[in-house]
């Protein structure tokens, strides 16, 4: 099979896919022509030739759309060394929240509305128990990143949440937690549960909301009405994911959920002319692996559900690590720890120094002589998709 099965997916049936009046976004649109040209050379080239034998080699250019399942290895690596470098002395903890599907009609037709509004509660009700003095009395470090599948590539929105176990207090000093969790998980659920729930009927009742056909029946009143208090009587499950007592592992373990898509060509297990097969995790933790087989166009389908709106910022920074006070925060906590436990190991380096050190590729190695005497003649570019 193909190093890029995904790609052939959208080779075989895409064009039948646009024929059977799919309904698509142009974001959507846009994904799915980034899948078709990248790596097929229409993007252009990267040549290179060897000095010692004359061998030439021509390197196809990806896409580097954030939606492409090839395309996101390198940007994962250059974000989590990033990040290593403002990793603090202290515990890190894993949250994850989870909306009630039965939103998920009112969530996808409003998705940068809605999709804003998970980040801002997650990020106000973390914010504002860890401000108490209850819990841990300062202001911690949060990364959040947004998810909107599961294995089955369904629609299940959720946000992943790394926070760090220590803050600034207001007196700008650190305050920090034990190695467990510091906020009980029913105050995290309550809190999360009314906040988003008062701030969805605030955006309804200044009819900011759009209604689709599957849930048009929201736009009476009354129906509204019910349809708030059955999601105020439902259990909304909030949950700690992982502890993290060794610091930069915190980083290195969110890494796998940052530059994630709803799927990746490593888990297609084959690809036939109609179908294709999966493999899942199990449904329950201790579960075996299961393997999921859809039409290729249900595969599109959901795939597309998972593309985001055009510039919407999936991943998040709050707390001492929002943008605008980040640098003075970190050089405050570092100072005040006596060190910067962690710098970042690849700030500086080319594209050919990265990949000898991340994945020991070295492009300056002649697969025909095996001389390091590889030497890059030019790129080609072409538009993007």
């Known amino acids: 099979m193909s190093n890029l099965p995904i790609q052939k997916v959208w080779l075989d049936s895409y064009d039948d896919y646009c024929l059977s009046q799919q309904v698509q976004s142009p974001e959507q649109r846009k994904a799915s022509r980034a899948i078709l040209a990248c790596k097929s050379g229409g993007l252009g080239v990267n040549v290179s030739r060897c000095s010692e034998c004359g061998h030439m080699e021509f390197h196809n250019n990806s896409c580097r759309s954030r939606s492409c399942p090839n395309c996101q290895g390198v940007f994962k690596e250059l974000w989590v060394d990033q990040r290593r470098a403002e990793v603090i002395d202290s515990p890190y903890f894993h949250v994850v929240f989870t909306l009630p599907h039965e939103l998920n009609p009112l969530i996808y037709c409003n998705q940068r509305l809605l999709y804003g509004l998970l980040h801002q509660c997650c990020a106000q009700t973390l914010l504002e ?12 470090g949060i990364i959040q990143v947004l998810h909107t599948w599961n294995q089955e590539l369904d629609y ?9 176990g220590g803050g600034l207090t207001p007196d700008r000093k650190i305050r920090k937690a034990s190695s467990a969790f510091f906020i009980p998980v029913y105050v995290l659920r309550d809190k999360f549960k009314g906040k988003y729930l008062a701030l969805l009927d605030s955006l309804y009742q200044q009819e900011k909301l759009v209604f689709s056909s599957s849930c048009h029946s929201l736009q009476d009143p009354r129906e509204w009405k019910r349809f708030k208090n059955s999601l105020y ?68 389908r959901r795939f597309l559900m998972h593309v985001l709106p055009s510039g919407f910022q999936k991943i998040r920074y709050y707390g001492f690590l929002n943008n605008r006070m980040k640098s003075r925060n970190l050089k405050l906590i570092f100072r005040i720890q006596g060190r910067q436990r962690f710098r970042q190991r690849y700030a500086g380096m080319s594209m050919a120094e990265l990949l000898k050190a991340v994945w020991n590729i070295d492009l300056s190695i002649c697969p025909e002589c095996g001389c390091a005497s590889m030497q890059q003649l030019g790129r080609s570019y072409a538009p993007s998709p």
Request: proline share 4%; with cysteine; aromatic share 10%.
């Open 129 to 140: 128990l860890s401000a108490d003095r209850h819990y841990l009395g300062a202001k911690p």
């Open 233 to 300: 009587n439902k259990d909304w499950c909030p949950y700690i994911k992982e502890t993290f007592n060794g610091f930069g592992n915190a980083i290195e373990y969110l890494g796998r959920y940052t530059h994630r898509i709803a799927i990746s060509n490593n888990r297609i297990l084959s690809v036939s002319e109609t179908e294709v097969t999966f493999s899942a995790r199990g449904k329950k933790p201790g579960d075996p692996k299961r393997q999921i087989t859809l039409s290729h166009k249900e595969f599109i």
């Open 156 to 164: 299940h929105v959720h946000m992943h949440c790394i926070i760090s």
